[in-house]
């Protein structure tokens, strides 16, 4: 079975397809843009969300409408560790959390101070695609606890032009923060320039004018805080939306969990109380986000004038998603549910037909030999993802993906939640800390999980795609020994077996 597709010429990025304010719908940069040479291979604009519900996306007009609309849509893209730190370790490393020994956002095996200490951050997209002759940058959020013992003036190898924010819950509220640009440590007060996402947009624009001026291909990897708790919005964003709260889906608030692990069935009904904290914390959200579909939009409009738009692929995702009342949960991530696990994915670029959409799986680990097939980039064997350049050019598969592996381990601190907002408090307070470590695969119709308790869950998503009843109660003892046979392999899977283990047909019977 091939272990990826390598295809020169295509190219991923995350976020950044939105174009101006205006909207400006042109797809092509020739009859506006000057005459600039373009680089050999193309660019690659990569834009991470953090924390971001799919659901918010409809508060991302100019995101939806120059990037999706203009591109492609993944509807089954996941993230395998619904967690900060082990995901951007995944996007990093293309690695399984599994393999990267990051677990968590904090504790021995996890943050920062786990990727470092184990070497992860010696071996990224970033040394790759800087060695494939690229000009590398990334802005913003990095790594839970970043730069930990590594010191305030250390910059991980592989990147051109580096400004990781001081992890901190400062940086998280976006004013008064420190960002590390290129070793020397930079304050940013409480002025409105000072405002994260517009720092980190600024940040990202002058690296592709400096890099676009020199004719070389540039990778940029924007990693936005937003929508993250405390969500704080920029100051002209402080009043829209007003009376605007978080959906209510069937899973909202959930009556009857008996069919639940424990875990769950542990977890009491949302009072007033809670219900008032998470629309509370709903509507900062979604105006956080309001600077992000900006940023988008500038940066897209920097990339036409410069005559680069149709030469770069743009992608926009998110690290993992996030419940604000689903099955009783206030809010919060870990959880191996759809709405926590199940993140956007758009992407657009040459080649790639406007308005599309495909159904094939694919998830986080994915992004680095994507990334790395559009630069010409030589990868390690250690990769247990795979290139999704065919997916995105709607080309025949000849080893495409089945299922996509979920794992979770406890996390030893809250780390996340100990945030500058009120209502934060209120529902940190109330959100499970004990959720056990499981493993779980989510195929295109089922989700089946496997936790150290002995618990299972099992749902068909085809008839109840809110993840309501529990089936794995009432499956034979052969469907469920099916579906434990074919999670066992992916594990503890490592490079191409992973490949080999998830390209492998699922179980069908859900009885």
Same mark, same amino acid.
């Given at each position: ?30 009859? +506006? ?8 291979? *193309? ?15 409809? #508060? ?39 393999? +990267?020994?990051? !677990? ?11 990727? %470092? ?16 002759? %690229? ?9 839970? $606890? %970043? ?8 910059? /991980? ?17 976006? =004013? ?40 070389? /291909?540039?990778?940029? %990897?924007?990693? #936005? ?17 007003? $009376?605007?709260?978080?959906?209510? *889906? ?16 542990? @977890?009491?009904?949302? +009072? ?9 914390? =709903? ?41 604000? $009342? ?5 809010? $919060? ?10 993140? /956007? ?11 599309? !959409? ?92 496997? #936790? ?12 109840? *795609? ?24 992916? @594990? ?14 699922? *179980?069908?019977?859900?009885?």
């Amino acid at each position: 079975m091939r272990r990826r597709v390598v295809t020169v010429g295509l190219a991923a990025a995350v976020v950044l397809t939105a174009c101006s304010g205006s909207g400006s719908p042109h797809r092509s940069s020739s009859s +506006t843009a000057p005459a600039t040479k373009p680089p050999t291979k *193309p660019n690659i604009v990569f834009v991470l969300a953090d924390d971001l519900d799919l659901r918010e996306m409809s #508060y991302l007009p100019s995101v939806r409408r120059l990037v999706a609309a203009q591109g492609m849509t993944l509807d089954n893209y996941f993230v395998s560790n619904s967690l900060c730190c082990p995901s951007r370790t995944t996007t990093l490393r293309g690695q399984f959390a599994h393999n +990267t020994g990051v !677990h968590s956002n904090a504790g021995p095996q996890g943050g920062f101070g786990a990727a %470092y200490k184990g070497g992860d951050l010696t071996a990224t997209i970033g040394t790759w695609m800087q060695s494939a002759g %690229y000009a590398t940058a990334l802005y913003g959020k990095f790594l839970n $606890g %970043y730069p930990g013992r590594a010191g305030r003036s250390y910059v /991980p190898d592989g990147w051109t032009d580096w400004g990781g924010a001081i992890d901190s819950p400062r940086a998280y509220g976006e =004013y008064d923060y420190d960002v590390i640009h290129n070793g020397q440590v930079e304050h940013h007060g409480k002025r409105a320039a000072d405002y994260g996402t517009t720092v980190y947009t600024g940040l990202a624009r002058g690296f592709m004018q400096r890099e676009t001026q020199q004719h070389k /291909p540039f990778f940029l %990897y924007l990693a #936005y805080f937003a929508p993250h708790q405390p969500a704080t919005p920029a100051r002209r964003d402080l009043t829209k939306f007003a $009376g605007a709260r978080a959906p209510r *889906p069937a899973s909202f608030d959930e009556a009857d969990v008996s069919d639940k692990p424990a875990w769950l069935r542990a @977890v009491p009904r949302l +009072t007033p109380k809670l219900t008032t904290a998470l629309d509370e914390l =709903y509507l900062r959200r979604i105006r956080s986000l309001q600077a992000v579909d900006r940023g988008v939009a500038g940066l897209v409009d920097q990339l036409r004038a410069a005559g680069q738009l149709d030469n770069t692929y743009f992608v926009f995702t998110s690290d993992n998603g996030f419940h604000l $009342g689903e099955h009783r949960l206030p809010a $919060g991530k870990r959880t191996p549910y759809d709405d926590d696990i199940h993140v /956007p994915l758009f992407v657009r670029g040459p080649g790639i037909a406007a308005g599309s !959409h495909s159904a094939a799986i694919g998830g986080n680990v994915d992004l680095a030999s994507t990334f790395a097939a559009i630069g010409a980039a030589k990868l390690p064997s250690f990769e247990d993802g795979r290139s999704l350049l065919d997916v995105w050019h709607a080309k025949p598969l000849s080893d495409p993906r089945h299922a996509y592996l979920l794992e979770h381990w406890p996390e030893p601190t809250s780390g996340d939640n100990d945030l500058n907002a009120p209502s934060v408090g209120t529902l940190a307070k109330a959100e499970p800390s004990g959720i056990p470590p499981y493993t779980g695969v989510r195929t295109a119709t089922a989700l089946y999980v496997e #936790y150290v308790t002995g618990e299972r869950e099992l749902y068909d998503l085809t008839t109840d *795609p809110d993840e309501l009843h529990n089936l794995a109660g009432a499956a034979s003892t052969k469907t469920l020994n099916a579906w434990h046979s074919y999670l066992a392999p992916l @594990v503890d899977c490592h490079g191409n077996g992973c490949v080999v283990a998830d390209g492998a047909a699922p *179980p069908t019977s859900l009885k």
